[in-house]
């Protein structure tokens, strides 16, 4: 048992990032596949999905794409290499760390745009 260490949280953050990925997709497929009653209908739900509300999803989608992303690659070190499993906490950490420097200015700048500071 991982009674709450880092490999613990890898493991729930990875399945629920997964599956929140995958929870998108789907909505995606359905948003693109609207296309097929027309324009009419595919112009009203692309107005409907510019609601701050949504574009904040999309930020939250992209910071577990981003999570998922890099803890994969973490998984593969532990799977492929001899010393992965050994540091594997030393991974989970350089995970955020890499999280930190790569997504501080991908969600400021996505935040910026949703709420009107971009263009």
């Known amino acids: ?4 260490r880092e490999g613990q949280w890898a493991f729930y ?9 995958l929870l998108f997709l789907l909505l995606h497929v359905t948003e693109i596949s609207s296309a097929m ?3 009419k209908w595919f112009n009203a739900l692309l ?5 701050p509300f949504f ?5 939250i989608v992209a910071a577990l794409v981003l999570y998922h992303a890099l803890n994969g690659l973490r998984i593969i070190l532990m799977d492929f290499t001899s010393w992965g499993v050994r540091s594997q906490r030393q991974l989970w950490y350089a995970v955020w760390t890499l999280y930190v ?13 949703v709420f009107g500071g971009g263009e």
């Open 1 to 4: 048992m991982y009674r709450g």
């Open 13 to 21: 953050l990875h399945r629920i990032s997964g599956i929140a990925i």
């Open 37 to 39: 009653f027309g324009p």
């Open 47 to 51: 107005a409907f999905e510019e609601n």
């Open 55 to 59: 574009g904040v999803g999309l930020v």
């Open 101 to 113: 420097l790569l997504g501080a200015p991908l969600f400021y700048t996505m935040l910026s745009h």
